[in-house]
């Protein structure tokens, strides 16, 4: 074993125990879970302090800077089964376990929006390792896959001590990070009901992999050139993926339609500032990047 | 009280069992506990990916992975890319290209190169290069010499 002279630690005080130690976060228990039933038993054991670790590509971070103090961990990424892309009736189930990575190198048709989106999220190293349920459990208003089970009416599929249950992605997400699932509670698969062959997601941020400042995700219908249905969700300019009353439905498809989409949608919200982008450059955002969202899920 | 965890894992094909507090993350583990040094810590929040590792063969950041969770796992750092005092191709282009300046992110730029190449069926475009080495952060701005030397490799790999 090596050893070191000089501790460079935020731990030093808390460690004197310790002949040295290099830690960034708070301590905690890990326990390993082996299936879905044995998460659900240890997570009711260890309280709601305890959280579930999949990839920990945004929990782990944020335990570092000690955001984040779970009293215990139970790590998932070992459970068999839950690294899936399945089409179901018509629709498309992934598991909890699926990796970012693997959603973006997987084709499926009528769902190219969430190979094509994943190139968003983060690196390519992150999305080795982050995972599909993690996201949507980690909740965050600018993610991805957030946004686009919002958009495409997903439904999130979670399994708890009283059995399983699925809520619509539209009522899944509460706002900083709160969502509808219970602390005892897992992600075991999202189930998209219906393909979107003309879906896009597009979005802006300062450097390639950051959070995005504005997200921007459409989908429409389409008969010939003329806009059946329309769908608009938004990222970046409140708590939550923000669904816009935009209906675009009998319109034809031409720019004229996304320009003038892309305005109405930046006149409904009402962004937040802060040292990414004030306010009103997020509503020029929203209207650019919608506008870019819906040309791109038109072609 | 210690949440403390006997761990059996390979390092460069070499077997280490060692007993790890779990919040320790798997760059602390290879760096401190285990002496792999050339793994590089900078900001331990993923952002810059000085700290690159292989899992089992999948590029991560160490700082984001807990040493507990690489139990039974294999990995790979910058130590297992050379073959004795003979570099890899990988580290003679990084050479050559002038893909290196103070060197602190280099470990990390080349295993993430490494991981990205073995993946590959053909030869990347420049555009595909470029985004993928925009995983990590290199603040002497070596870019054009990190990116030429992967394109290289890439291309020699590729026969």
Not at chain 1, 43 to 51: I, S, T, V
Not at chain 1, 271 to 299: F, I, M, N, Q
Not at chain 2, 112 to 136: H, T
Request: proline share 4%.
């Amino acid at each position: 074993m090596v050893k070191y002279d000089i501790p460079s630690s935020s731990e030093r005080s808390e460690d004197k125990d310790t002949e040295w130690s290099v830690v960034k976060p708070a301590a905690f228990t890990y326990h390993r879970a082996y299936d879905v039933n044995d998460t659900i038993a240890q997570l009711a054991e260890l309280g709601p302090d305890a959280k579930i670790l999949a990839g920990g590509q945004s929990l782990v971070a944020m335990m570092n800077f000690r955001l984040a103090r779970p009293s215990a961990l139970v790590d998932i990424t070992r459970i068999g089964g839950l690294d899936f892309l399945a089409k179901d009736a018509g629709g498309l189930r992934i598991g909890a376990l699926t990796r970012h990575r693997t959603v973006e190198t997987t084709k499926v048709d009528g769902f190219e929006v969430l190979s094509k989106a994943a190139r968003w999220i983060g690196h390519y190293p992150i999305r080795c390792r982050g995972t599909f349920g993690g996201s949507i459990a980690h909740g965050d208003s600018t993610a991805e896959w957030c946004l686009l089970t919002v958009l495409l009416e997903a439904w999130i599929v979670l399994q708890g001590p009283r059995g399983r249950r699925e809520v619509p992605a539209t009522e899944f997400f509460h706002g900083f990070f709160m969502t509808a699932a219970e602390p005892d509670e897992m992600i075991v698969e999202v189930r998209f009901p219906r393909p979107a062959p003309h879906a896009a997601l597009t979005e802006f941020s300062q450097r390639q992999g950051d959070f995005a400042v504005v997200a921007a995700s459409a989908r429409l219908d389409l008969a010939e050139n003329e806009i059946l249905t329309s769908r608009i969700v938004l990222g970046g300019v409140g708590p939550q993926p923000a669904v816009v009353d935009v209906d675009l439905a009998g319109q034809p498809a031409n720019e004229e339609t996304w320009r003038a989409a892309g305005e109405a949608a930046a006149a409904q919200v009402d962004p937040p500032s802060d040292g990414h982008g004030s306010g009103a450059y997020r509503k020029k955002l929203t209207a650019t990047l919608v506008a870019r969202a819906l040309a791109e899920a038109a072609a | 009280m210690k949440d403390i965890h006997l761990i059996a894992l390979t390092v460069n094909g070499e077997e280490h069992e060692i007993v790890v507090e779990s919040r320790r993350t798997l760059a602390d583990v290879l760096r401190h506990d285990l002496g792999y040094t050339g793994t590089h810590i900078g900001c331990e929040h993923g952002i810059c990916g000085a700290c690159t590792v292989l899992l089992d063969g999948q590029p991560v950041r160490a700082c984001l992975v807990f040493g507990v969770q690489a139990d039974g796992c294999d990995v790979r750092t910058v130590e297992g890319l050379s073959d004795g005092e003979e570099l890899s191709d990988l580290q003679k282009a990084f050479s050559r290209c002038h893909g290196l300046q103070c060197g602190f992110c280099t470990p990390g730029f080349l295993m993430l190169s490494e991981a990205y190449l073995s993946e590959q069926d053909g030869v990347p475009d420049e555009a595909q290069v470029r985004e993928v080495m925009a995983s990590n952060i290199c603040r002497c701005t070596g870019y054009q010499g990190i990116v030429e030397a992967v394109r290289q490799v890439a291309e020699e790999r590729a026969g």
